[in-house]
């Protein structure tokens, strides 16, 4: 698995591999388990920074919990500038939904939130894409 991780940093055009790796905590937590077992073969795999954030291979670590976990096909692991990020906000789609008769019986009041969005990478035609994400293989 290190050997894949490398990959997909190699993969990246170094103009947008300053901002760093997202992964699923469980997916950090193999990582970890991996270096640990190959007894110091991938050196410089896990580390911290100077300020005590998690790194990869060097790069700053994100953890996000909508990252699938490791499993055959799934993509655990993403990487390069997320800057060019975009999300896009429906107006008017914010709903909240109040529920009073449910959590009577308890002296409570429940509430649900629903709210549409959209998102997408920009990209030029003449630049690279700047996010590589890396697949398990079954």
Same mark, same amino acid.
């Given at each position: 698995?290190?050997?894949?991780?490398?990959?997909?940093?190699?993969?990246?055009?170094?103009?947008?591999?300053?901002?760093?790796?997202?992964?699923?905590?469980?997916?950090?937590?193999?990582?970890?388990?991996?270096?640990?077992?190959?007894?110091?073969?991938?050196?410089?795999?896990?580390?911290?920074?100077?300020?005590?954030?998690?790194?990869?291979?060097?790069?700053? &670590?994100?953890? *996000?919990?909508?990252?699938? !976990?490791?499993? +055959?096909? =799934? @993509?655990?692991?993403?990487?390069?500038?997320?800057? $060019?990020?975009?999300?896009?906000?429906?107006?008017?789609?914010?709903?909240?939904?109040?529920?009073?008769?449910?959590?009577?019986?308890?002296?409570? &009041?429940?509430? *649900?939130?629903?709210?549409? !969005?959209?998102? +997408?990478? =920009? @990209?030029?035609?003449?630049?690279?894409?700047?996010? $590589?994400?890396?697949?398990?293989?079954?």
């Amino acid at each position: 698995m290190p050997s894949e991780v490398l990959d997909l940093v190699a993969a990246v055009d170094p103009a947008h591999s300053r901002v760093g790796v997202f992964l699923n905590e469980a997916t950090l937590t193999t990582l970890q388990k991996f270096c640990a077992y190959t007894a110091g073969y991938y050196p410089n795999m896990i580390g911290t920074d100077s300020q005590g954030r998690g790194t990869v291979f060097g790069k700053p &670590v994100f953890s *996000s919990p909508s990252m699938p !976990a490791l499993s +055959a096909g =799934a @993509k655990v692991i993403a990487f390069g500038n997320f800057k $060019r990020f975009y999300v896009r906000r429906v107006a008017g789609s914010l709903v909240l939904q109040r529920y009073d008769e449910r959590y009577a019986e308890y002296a409570e &009041v429940g509430f *649900s939130m629903a709210w549409r !969005a959209q998102a +997408a990478m =920009a @990209k030029s035609t003449n630049n690279p894409v700047p996010v $590589r994400l890396l697949a398990c293989r079954s």
